[in-house]
Structures are given as structure tokens and as C-alpha cells.
């Protein structure tokens, strides 16, 4: 087991292997606690090595049972194994060939790291470095070889014996056992090996490619669940389809599995043509999923079959360039899902997740850049940032140069570096050349972390029917950056007229431009011609660079923009905006005791978006919902009362119930459905739509519209609108909210993922007898506490979707999670890593509330034995 030793890996570090590999045959033969695993790897000095030097393959946990060179045994002088290292002192000068065998135990393994089982299905999971609990093996992304699996196991324990590649041959063993080998004719990094070894069930289709080659397509399901893989399979072949003709990208072997498993520390993995997925983002069924299920099945699938080019074909050069592979890979999952269903929506969609969790890291102490220049752990940084700031990056790369020329860089990347391992700078490169552009500016964006503040002033001046526009960007300091160089930030911008069109935008000698400013320097100044009458600023449309930006907009101009901009991101952002204007300032007169502002700008907004809703109601339930409590806690950015947030926040709820009550009604009623359930966005918006409809119809806590909610969970025939009802229930206290969640519990009892829900409901009500109902939850018999999935609905919805709960003014909050942390720690290190990231706003707190979370993180910190990876994230979070 490793503890907290780790040395800091450093970018500037970076050294080719001074041994690489080109073949790698493994013979696995499976065994629940004794699994052994052959590896004869084919071993080449790297001729910009270290000429001489030992070779030194990674493991981790491993025990050598032999080892030979060229098929002789090495004496023990000529070597050293620790759990942690193989060290040859002196290995061949040419090309050799290596053989080691080790013993691994599957059931032991805890980490879901390496070989390990989940419910009786033997699996693997090698990003970023579990390749090495496997074998000894040089386990760095730059070292590609192509591999032969054999498996062999108990016919009767694992029938299904799956891996990387093509299958080429199977056969029968004595003793019952059996056999598979799979060929990946592709080179490819350690992190991408997989093997599968179960009794699963699996449902088949076909895709011919662009090409002509035929693939099959399987996905493996335990048995039973064969009946909700049909949505996955539908995503799957989409996302094929669509990846040739928007990215010209094929598929390249003759058969692509998914296999689904219930024991999985993230969304999935891009493993080549075997990729394994957490089953929450594979089964789906009307009445066990909801719209929001489905859809993240569908980008999911999408994203991992994406890999297949943007990640696998092009791998990464070292784990600093993961947003090389993860950001690029998002975008194009976020491009797919826009063409698949609203593109506007898709995008308001990505912004909120993107300053929910990505512009709260950059405020805190785990800021880090893009990409990276120091870990100490790897597995902590799959992060917002790589992830989400890494796709919108290149967003605003695509803005700066052009849609065409993003094009022909990302083809000649494509082109350019298969087969590579490549870097940040091979991907920049691409473009630059295919723009003519000077991108050392735009290359800041992976460098710095921190979100850019913009801030615009606006002045008309009606004689010379001109409008200026001034505008100032800022960085703060962030972890390790204490100084910072002016970013290039494109700016979106349109300017309305009275009548809510927009004006051409003309320069002061009259020109015409095209609708974005880019800014590159502290400061800058913008001039339009032809406004006698002042117009509104319509900025940073469609989201086109990820800042904090401060305008001088007043409130009306906000509704006005809500009601006319042409572009609907912003119309949403308008409203976003008027009410995080409205809560932090109605949460600073809560906590002073001072008089709260009157919202009537606000709710005639709202009344106005409420009527035009049936237009686009996926748009409009986007738009009537009023920005969460961490929303306005990041607004409001220091000193922060998770308390009067919730008040305010509240209240304005209940007001809009009262004013609005009978428009709510009215909605909710024409948007009954006239026909069965079906997950396309439109329906699904429809849904969305009625149900946050409903949510604020109820807000108020009226007796007679609970009991209308009551009934609507009864009859629900679907799990969008049965959960919807239910997460309106819970949230007042009373009969129904009980008797609600027991039917629920009652009706699902036997199928975890769904119960996951019905505990993430219950671990985000914000009343004070929560903590002790999350720990009532954790202890009843059917709650498996390794299980990540369990722990994420229960523990990590208490964490992150409770503010008011987590940060309980006694610390309790912060205890708990501390005391699971610690628990975890010694199984799953993994997962209690990401549970303790938490805490990542805790600096943010008023006093009294940071002393307590201070306190519980010290408590973390100052246990014995902790893992690398809560180490890391404890320490940084304390510096
Ligand atoms: N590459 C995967 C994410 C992933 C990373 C690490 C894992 O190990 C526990 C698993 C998955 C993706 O981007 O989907
Ligand atoms: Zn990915």
C-alpha cells in the first residue's frame, strides 16, 4: 500500500524512457485471489536514452514470481523487485526480450485500480496508473506497444473472456477452463490495456463504417439487464456516424464493446474497443432513468467512443497534456450532444457546470492551470478544469482564428500525429500554421490558472452618436502564480436598438466588423459610430470566453436583453444575471437584518419568459431556474453565510409562487403529455419545462399544491416526472414527504442505482435533522460504503449539493465528511480524494463557519498513514 511519500512530478522534468517497448503478450489466467499474470514484453534501448542505463519498470503492489531475459532466469545479483519497482541493473545493450510473472489478488483490491472484481466480474481500470498493479511495466503514456491478451479462467466462473483488439482465437482447457486471445493491432499506451473476464450478458448490433468495414457492437450487461442497453446502443451508433462526418474520424477495428459495471470510480473509460463504464451511464429504461440520465448516457458513450481518435490513436505525451486528450475529447462530446438536440440549450447546460465546478476550483486552493506543470498525485487532477476549461479553451481558439481555419488545424492534427504521443504544443502548433496566427498569447489560457475578470464601462455620447466601450482585464494570483501576463480574450458582442434589433456595429471611421472584439492587452478601448440613441450591450455572447465579467448594465437593460437578444445564451444569461444581482444583494440585507430590495424587475422578467415558454420549452425551463445557492455564495465571493443565502434565495421562491401561481398552473397543465414517454429533447424539454414549473408552483409550501404534487408522484409513468415530484416533496416537511420516499423505496428496492437517486434526494434536504438521516442511510444493510456510486449519491450530494447542511454553523458537516474520508481513505483512495475536494471553498466562509472547516481538514490532515492522493488534496487545501 502506498502512503504519503509522493515527490512532485515536474513538466520540466520530462525525460523519454530511457527503455521502450514494442510488443507485450500477456497470458492472464484468472483467479479470484490468485490471478497470474504472465507479461513477455519486447524491450528496445531508446536511442535518445540514457545509453547503459538499468531499466526500471513501475508496479505497485506487485509480487514477482520469476523473471528472465531472453528465456533465461536472472540471477538475483542482476536485479531488484520491490512491490513498487523492477530495477535490471544491467540489461542488454539491443533489443531483448523480458519475462515476468506476477501474482495479484482481484478480490483484495479495493482501489478499482488494476485488476479487480465487481460483483463477481473480473475487470480492469489502468488510466492513469494502474497498468502498473498489474505487471511491472514502464507505465507512462509515451511508451506505445502493440498487445496480445491471452485469458484464461473457469468456464463456469467467467464464460465471457473480452479484450483489447480483435479476438483471434478461443479454446477449451482441462479442468473446465477455457480460453480467448485478442490482437489490438494498434500501438497503444499501457493506460489503455483492459480485460474482462464474467458471466455477462450482452446485446448486439452492427455499424458498417464509411468505408466498408463491418464492426460488431456489444455491450455486456449482468443478466437481466439486457432490456436497458437499447438507448446506449442507439448513442453509440450516432456517435460513430457523426464522428466520420463532422470529424472525418473512422472506426478501426472489427468489433467495439462496452461492458458495464456496478464498481467503477468514474463516468467510464476509453479502453481500445473495450470500453468499461460505470453502469449508471449505460442502462436505461423510462422508468428507472430520467431525461437527465439519458442524456448523459448519450454524451457519455459519445465521449469515450470520441477517445477512439482524440486520445487512443493520439495519445498524450505525459500526464501534464491530459487536457490534450480530455478537453479536446469534451468539446467534441459537447459539439455532438448540440447537434443532436438544442444547441443553445446545450450550451447554457455546459456554462452552468462549467462556473459550478470549474470557476469554484480556479477561486480556491486547487486552482491549477490547463495543463498542469506540478502533481504529486495524477488521479487528482481529472478535474473540472482539464475537463471543461480544457474544452472551452479551445472554444475560444475557435473563436479567435475561425471556424474554417479551426477546421483545417484540427484536420491536420488529426493527420499529423496519429500514431503520436503528443503535446500541447503539437496541438497549438497545427493551428497556428493553419491560421497564420501568432498563438503564444492565446497559449496563456493552458498556462495561467484563474478566471480573467473583465470589466466593461459603457459611455454614449448622443452628439456625436457615439458608444464607447471600456474594458479592463485582471487575473488574481492562484496557487504558484503570484504574477500574471494580459490574456487574449475574444469578446461576442452585439449592441440593440430600441426596438431590440441589433444595430450594425461600425467602427468610428464608419467600417463595418465582424461581431467580436478580442482583447489583449490590460486595457482597451472600443468606439462605435451610428447610435444617436444609446444602445444595449450584448457581450461575451454565446459564452465566448470563460471570464467573470462586471458590466454597467442596469437592471432594465438586463430584462430588455432577457426579452430581445437575438443571441439565447445571452437572453438566459440576462436573467441569470438580474437574479444574482437580486439574491446577493437580498442575502447581504438577510445577514445585516437590513430591509430586503423589492424584486419587481425580476419577477416581470420572469412573468415575460413564463409567457413566451411554450416556444422552446427546454430554453424556458433553463431560464426560470433562478441561479443555486453556491451560485450566489461564488458571487458574493468572501465572508460567505450559506445561511442567509438559502433565506433569501427562499423567499424570492416563494414570492414568485405567489405572483406567478396561476401562469405556473396554467403551464403545467397544457404541458401534459398527449403521448407516451419518449427521451428526445423535445419531449424531454416539455418535461423540464412542467417540472420547474412545478417546483416553484410549490415553493411556497401551499398545503393544496403539495398535495397536487403528491399525486402527480403517484401517477407518474416515468422516472423524470416521479422524481421530480418526489425532490419537490422532500423539500417540506410532512406526511407526504415520508410516505413519498417510502413508496419510492418500497417500489425500487431491489436496484441500487435507482435507490442512488432516492438517497441523493434525501442527502439535499436542507433542514437540520439531515446529517443524522445521511447517517441512518449509511448504516442500513442494503448500503454497500465502498461502493462509489453509493457514496457519491449520499456522501457526495451531502457535501456539494447541501450547502446549508455541510456547512452547519456546529461543524457537524465538516466532521462527518472528515470521518468518512478517513474511513475510505485505507480502501478506495481514489474516491476519498474527490469527497474531500469538498472542501475546495472553504476560505470562502465567514469566520466562524472556515474555523470549523479548518478544524476537520486538520483532522485530516494529522492522520497517520493517509494515501497519496487525500494527502495531496489536504495539503493543498490547507496551504
Ligand atoms: N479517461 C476517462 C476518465 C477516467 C480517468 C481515470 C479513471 O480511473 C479511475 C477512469 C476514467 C474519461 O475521460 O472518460
Ligand atoms: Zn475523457
Known amino acids: 500500500m502506498r502512503t504519503d511519500q509522493a515527490q512532485p512530478v515536474r513538466l520540466s522534468e520530462y525525460r523519454v524512457a530511457n527503455h521502450s517497448v514494442t510488443t507485450v503478450a500477456l497470458d492472464v489466467a484468472l483467479d479470484p485471489t490468485a490471478t497470474r499474470v504472465n507479461a513477455r514484453i519486447d524491450v528496445v534501448p531508446h536511442p535518445q536514452g540514457v545509453a547503459g542505463a538499468p531499466l526500471v519498470f513501475d508496479g505497485d503492489d506487485l509480487v514477482l514470481v ?24 544491467n540489461p542488454p545493450a539491443r533489443a531483448f526480450a523480458l519475462e515476468i510473472e506476477t501474482r495479484i489478488n482481484p478480490e483484495a483490491n479495493t482501489q478499482l485500480m488494476g485488476l479487480y472484481r465487481s460483483s463477481g466480474t473480473f475487470c480492469t481500470q489502468c488510466e492513469a496508473e494502474g497498468f502498473r498493479r498489474i505487471t511491472y511495466f514502464p507505465d507512462r503514456p509515451d511508451v506505445l506497444a502493440v498487445y496480445t491478451t491471452r485469458i484464461e479462467a473457469d468456464r463456469a466462473l467467467a464464460p465471457v473472456l473480452l479484450g483489447n483488439g480483435n479476438l483471434v482465437e478461443t479454446g477449451d482447457l482441462e479442468d473446465n477452463r477455457h480460453f480467448a486471445v485478442w490482437h489490438d493491432p494498434h500501438p497503444k499506451p499501457s493506460y489503455l490495456f483492459a ?49 466520420e462526418e463532422v470529424f472525418g474520424c473512422e472506426y478501426d477495428l472489427d468489433i467495439f464493446m462496452i461492458v458495464a459495471v456496478g464498481d467503477f470510480n468514474m463516468g467510464a473509460m476509453e479502453n481500445k474497443g473495450l470500453n468499461i463504464f460505470n453502469d449508471k451511464y449505460v442502462l436505461a429504461l423510462p422508468d428507472t432513468a430520467t431525461d437527465q440520465d439519458f442524456a448523459q448516457i448519450e454524451a457519455i458513450i459519445a465521449h469515450e467512443y470520441f477517445h477512439n481518435w482524440t486520445g487512443n490513436r493520439i495519445t498524450c505525451r505525459d500526464w501534464f497534456q491530459l487536457c490534450l486528450k480530455e478537453g479536446l475529447t469534451v468539446f467534441r462530446d459537447q459539439e455532438f450532444t448540440s447537434d443532436m438536440r438544442s444547441r443553445a440549450v446545450k450550451r447554457i447546460a455546459d456554462v452552468r457546470l462549467l462556473k459550478s465546478a470549474q470557476f469554484s476550483e480556479d477561486a480556491g486552493p486547487l486552482a491549477h492551470p490547463v495543463r498542469p506543470e506540478i502533481y504529486k498525485e495524477i488521479n487528482n487532477f481529472y478535474t473540472p478544469t482539464v475537463y471543461e476549461k480544457g474544452a472551452e479553451v479551445i472554444r475560444v481558439l475557435k473563436v479567435l482564428i475561425g471556424a474554417e481555419a479551426f477546421k483545417t488545424g484540427l484536420d491536420l492534427y488529426l493527420k499529423r500525429h496519429d500514431g503520436d504521443a503528443a503535446t500541447v504544443e503539437d496541438f497549438i502548433a497545427c493551428f497556428a500554421e493553419a491560421s497564420g496566427r501568432d498563438l503564444t498569447q492565446f497559449f496563456l489560457w493552458y498556462r495561467q490558472s ?141 445577514r445585516s437584518g437590513g430591509a430586503s430590495p423589492a424584486p419587481d424587475i425580476l419577477l416581470e422578467a420572469m412573468r415575460a419568459a413564463l409567457a413566451g415558454s411554450e416556444q422552446d420549452p427546454a430554453f424556458a425551463a433553463q431560464v426560470l431556474t433562478l441561479p443555486s445557492e453556491a451560485d450566489i455564495a461564488r458571487e458574493i465571493g468572501t465572508n460567505v453565510d450559506p445561511s442567509a443565502i438559502f433565506a433569501a434565495r427562499r423567499a424570492l421562491r416563494t414570492a414568485l409562487a405567489q405572483s406567478l401561481g396561476d401562469s405556473l398552473s396554467g403551464l ?150 472528515a470521518e468518512v474520508v478517513i474511513g475510505l481513505d485505507t480502501r478506495n483512495p481514489q474516491v476519498a480524494a474527490r469527497l474531500l475536494g469538498a472542501f475546495k471553498s472553504w476560505r470562502a466562509l465567514e469566520p466562524a463557519r472556515r474555523a470549523k472547516a479548518e478544524a476537520a481538514l486538520k483532522r485530516v490532515s494529522e492522520t497517520d498513514g493517509l494515501s497519496p492522493d487525500v494527502r495531496d488534496i489536504v495539503d493543498r487545501s490547507l496551504a
Not at 461581431?515 to 478601448?525: D, I, P, Q
Not at 465579467?549 to 445571452?570: C, I, P, Q, V
Not at 438580474?578 to 447581504?588: G, I, N
Not at 397544457?670 to 417540472?691: E, F, K, M, V
Open 66 to 89: 520469476s523473471l528472465s531475459v531472453d528465456g533465461v532466469a536472472l540471477p538475483p545479483e542482476g536485479f531488484e523487485a520491490t512491490p513498487e519497482r523492477l530495477t535490471i541493473f
Open 195 to 243: 480485460l474482462v473476464g464474467g458471466d455477462l450478458a450482452h446485446v448486439e448490433d452492427h455499424f458498417t463504417t464509411r468505408s466498408g468495414r463491418e464492426v460488431v457492437l456489444r455491450i455486456y450487461v449482468e443478466h437481466g439487464k439486457e432490456g436497458r442497453c437499447a438507448y446506449a446502443m442507439d448513442a453509440l451508433k450516432r456517435s460513430m456516424r457523426w464522428d
Open 450 to 590: 484563474g478566471t480573467p475578470d473583465v470589466s466593461v464601462e459603457t459611455h454614449h455620447d448622443a452628439v456625436e452618436g457615439t458608444f464607447t466601450l471600456d474594458i479592463r482585464q485582471s487575473l488574481r494570483p492562484t496557487p504558484g502564480q503570484s504574477m500574471k501576463e494580459p490574456m487574449v480574450i475574444p469578446l461576442a458582442i452585439g449592441l440593440l436598438g430600441e426596438d431590440g434589433v441589433d444595430r450594425p456595429l461600425l467602427t468610428d471611421d464608419g467600417q463595418q466588423v465582424a461581431g467580436v472584439v478580442a482583447l489583449n492587452a490590460e486595457r482597451h478601448r472600443f468606439t462605435f459610430s451610428g447610435h444617436p440613441t444609446r444602445p444595449v450591450l450584448s457581450i461575451n455572447r454565446g459564452f465566448s470566453a470563460p471570464i467573470r465579467l462586471k458590466t454597467d448594465l442596469r437592471r432594465e437593460d438586463l430584462a430588455f436583453l432577457a426579452r430581445h437578444d437575438s443571441d439565447a445564451y445571452n437572453r438566459w444569461q440576462a436573467m441569470q444575471t438580474l437574479a444574482t444581482q437580486y439574491l446577493t444583494d437580498a442575502s447581504e440585507a438577510v
Open 668 to 817: 403545467i397543465e397544457r404541458l401534459a403529455p398527449t403521448s407516451s414517454y419518449s427521451p428526445d429533447a423535445i419531449s424531454a424539454g416539455r418535461r423540464a419545462l412542467a417540472n420547474v414549473a412545478l417546483d416553484l408552483l410549490a415553493a411556497a409550501g401551499d398545503a393544496e399544491r403539495l398535495a397536487a404534487v403528491a399525486r402527480r408522484f403517484h401517477a407518474a409513468d416515468n422516472m423524470t416526472d416521479r422524481l421530480a415530484a418526489l425532490a419537490v416533496l422532500v423539500q417540506h416537511q410532512g406526511s407526504d414527504r415520508e410516505d413519498a420516499l417510502a413508496t419510492f423505496e418500497e417500489r425500487f428496492r431491489t436496484d441500487p442505482l435507482i435507490l442512488d437517486k432516492w438517497l441523493a434526494l434525501q442527502a439535499g434536504i436542507p433542514e437540520a435533522g439531515t446529517l443524522d438521516r445521511v447517517r441512518a442511510l449509511m448504516s442500513r444493510p442494503g448500503f454497500h460504503a465502498t461502493n462509489p456510486n453509493r457514496l457519491r449519491s449520499l456522501v457526495g450530494s451531502f457535501a456539494s449539493l447541501n450547502p446549508t447542511q455541510f456547512n452547519r454553523i456546529d461543524g457537524q458537516g465538516y466532521d462527518f465528511l
